[in-house]
């Protein structure tokens, strides 16, 4: 069964560089997505991709993240200057169609540790 | 904005009985999704309801929708220690928008 990738799966950095999270969303899926969940809370939003362009971002995608899909099968995500409290685990997610029609297949996360 | 709350936050139960979570939300939605998620592992998709449903059923899971009281149940039936894991319900708003809104989510353990 297809399936969402994501490396790697753990990430540490120092304060102040840059990361680059990788995804490879299913093959024939057109939307994709990045969602973050810090220690012991809930899933948050951070952005939708479409057509290879943002198409909808919350509050917490600011300045630093940006999104990209360099080919036709990797979607990264990059946040430029990390801060401490970036660390969390990092979730790419694909559908076929949009949300408001069809179920998000998740990778396994990447889990960003900022020191 | 629409939100998901689980409850119980936390629920402990014995082998072969019956787990039932609740989710509600906060404004009107196109279609509501649960997920489990394993301790520090990924989202696994249970199944989805779309506003027009009231039940669908997967193998042991029952799922239920009351768009009049925004709520949603999770049923497993017959429960075994592998079900042990986090339970969130994703809420998807009826106007245009591609994301999900989780909520905190449902701990449970079924113990041997």
């Known amino acids: 069964e297809p399936e969402v990738t994501q490396t790697p799966s753990h990430q540490v950095t120092q304060m102040g560089q840059e990361v680059i999270l990788r995804c490879v969303p299913i093959s024939n899926h057109l939307y994709f997505y990045w969602y973050r969940q810090i220690l012991g809370q809930k899933v948050e939003f951070l952005v939708s991709?479409?057509?290879?362009?943002?198409?909808?971002k919350s509050e917490i995608f600011d300045d630093q993240f940006s999104v990209e899909r360099p080919d036709g099968s990797n979607f990264t995500l990059k946040i430029r200057s990390t801060k401490l409290e970036d660390s969390a685990m990092y979730f790419c997610?694909?559908?076929?169609?949009?949300?408001?029609?069809?179920?998000?297949?998740f990778g396994p996360g990447t889990r960003l540790t900022v020191l | 904005s629409q939100q998901g709350e689980e409850d119980p936050q936390a629920l402990s139960i014995q082998e072969g009985e019956n787990a039932t979570m609740n989710c509600s939300y906060k404004?009107?939605?196109?279609?509501l999704q649960w997920y489990r998620q394993n301790s520090g592992r990924g989202l696994v998709h249970l199944i989805l309801?779309?506003?027009?449903?009231r039940e669908k059923h997967s193998g042991r899971l029952r799922v239920t929708l009351d768009t009049s009281k925004k709520s949603s149940s999770l049923l497993i039936t017959a429960s075994r220690a592998a079900d042990t894991a986090s339970y969130f319900c994703a809420t998807v708003g009826d106007n245009y928008g591609q994301n999900f809104v989780f909520g905190p989510g449902t701990r449970l353990s079924v113990l041997p």
């Open positions: 991709f479409y057509n290879n362009e943002i198409s909808e």
């Open positions: 997610a694909s559908s076929a169609l949009g949300a408001i029609t069809d179920t998000q297949y």
């Open positions: 309801i779309r506003s027009n449903e």
């Open positions: 404004t009107s939605i196109n279609n």
